[in-house]
């Protein structure tokens, strides 16, 4: 079962413009990640945000979480060629067990 | 740091063999991690530990095994491979026992044919 889905599966943006992506969920959680996948590599985790936590940076990211509309998003600001990927988010429902999206895949056009 | 190492990186098998993928770790954490990733889908939790010989079932854990006698190492055995079984597969550590950011391997290509 998938308790994480992204919106959109694909976003395909300028470089220099912003990229937003979605992530919900279906149960109550202690805390929401965010990972980045390059093509054919490992997963990166980027940010965690806690339950109790509404927004979160880090360096061009900005994640915010809403507990009442189970949702997240993800921002990453002025976007760079290398920020082609493939985003996942990952919740927790259980203590051990992530949960996880199906990803959205994020292009930046030169 | 190594960080996190899985072999092989690509694997062909033929229905009914069996192999063991391999994941090690020399960041001393104690919660590993095995998940498949297939096409269009999350990563999805085969088995993990959450310290040496303590291992636990995730969402997809039929026809997979999995052994913990050392912090850093946990192979994943699958005994009779079977073409559902084709993915990508990937192992994570962390040092958090709850699996909050996880280090994950380049991961193992497995075809079953």
């Known amino acids: 079962s998938q308790q994480g889905e992204e919106d959109p599966q694909a976003l395909s943006i300028q470089e220099g413009e912003n990229a937003t992506m979605n992530c919900s969920y279906k149960?109550?959680?202690?805390?929401l990640q965010w990972y980045r996948q390059n093509s054919g590599r490992g997963l990166v985790h980027l940010i965690l945000?806690?339950?109790n936590e509404r927004e979160k940076h880090s360096g061009r990211l900005r994640v915010t979480l809403d507990t009442s509309k189970k949702s997240s998003s993800l921002l990453i600001t002025a976007s760079r060629a290398a920020d082609t990927a493939s985003y996942f988010c990952?919740?927790?429902?259980?203590?051990?067990?992530?949960?996880w999206g199906a990803g959205t895949k994020l292009i930046i056009k030169p | 740091n190594a960080g996190v190492t899985q072999t092989p990186k690509f694997q062909v098998l033929k229905t009914g063999q069996s192999m063991t993928l391999q994941c090690a770790q020399d960041?001393?954490?104690?919660?590993m991690s095995w998940y498949r990733q297939d096409p269009g889908m999350g990563l999805r939790l085969i088995h993990y530990?959450?310290?040496?010989?303590?291992?636990d079932q995730g969402e997809v854990p039929n026809g997979y095994n999995v052994s913990r006698s050392t912090t850093e190492d946990f192979p994943l055995r699958l005994l009779s491979a079977a073409p559902s079984q084709t993915s990508v597969y990937f192992c994570?550590?962390?040092?958090?026992?709850?699996?909050?950011?996880?280090?994950f391997g380049s991961g193992t290509q497995l075809s079953v044919l």
């Open positions: 994570a550590s962390s040092s958090d026992v709850h699996g909050e950011k996880l280090f």
């Open positions: 960041m001393n954490h104690e919660y």
């Open positions: 530990s959450v310290g040496a010989g303590i291992t």
């Open positions: 149960t109550s959680i202690n805390n």
């Open positions: 945000i806690r339950s």
């Open positions: 990952a919740t927790d429902p259980t203590w051990y067990q992530l949960i």
